[in-house]
C-alpha cells in the first residue's frame, strides 16, 4: 500500500522555525521526486518545493524561495521541509506528494495534476 504520512506541524510565533517530515512506505522511495503543498480553506492548494529522486535538484515557490529548504534521505525514505522565518502567511495545511516521475520540472512542479499520492496533511499555524 502506498502511503506518505506528514508530522512536525504545530503552532510557531512569527520568524520561527519548523521542521516537517514526510515518512513514505509501500514503493521505491528513491525512483520518485516528492512535492510539498499547502492549503487554506478556501483557496486553491499551493506548490511549496520539489525534489528531485536523487535529491540534487530542486524547485521552491516564490512565496517561500529562501525561507524554506527541501531534502530528503533515501535510506530511510523520507522528506523534510525545513521551514525558517515563518509568517503568518505560511499558515495553512501541508501536504507531501509522490510526483509521477522523478524529476521536478520547474514550475510546473507546482501542479497538483503532477502528482499521484497524498499524504493526509500536518497543520501549520504561524501566530503571536
Known amino acids: 500500500q502506498v502511503q506518505l504520512v506528514e508530522s512536525g506541524g504545530g503552532l510557531v510565533q512569527p520568524g520561527g522555525s519548523l521542521r516537517l517530515s514526510c515518512a513514505a512506505s509501500?514503493?521505491?522511495?528513491?525512483?520518485?521526486?516528492i512535492g510539498w503543498f499547502r492549503q487554506v480553506p478556501g483557496k486553491e492548494r499551493e506548490g511549496v518545493s520539489c525534489?528531485?529522486?536523487?535529491?540534487?535538484?530542486?524547485y521552491y515557490g516564490d512565496s517561500v524561495e529562501g525561507r524554506f529548504t527541501i531534502s530528503r534521505d533515501n535510506g530511510k525514505d523520507t522528506v523534510y521541509l525545513q521551514m525558517n522565518n515563518l509568517e503568518p502567511e505560511d499558515t495553512a495545511v501541508y501536504y507531501c506528494a509522490r510526483h509521477r516521475g522523478s524529476y521536478c520540472e520547474g514550475s510546473r512542479s507546482a501542479r497538483p495534476a503532477a502528482y499521484d499520492t497524498w499524504g493526509q496533511g500536518t497543520q501549520v499555524t504561524v501566530s503571536s
Open positions: 525534489i528531485t529522486d536523487n535529491g540534487r535538484y530542486t
Open positions: 509501500g514503493f521505491t522511495f528513491d525512483y520518485y521526486a
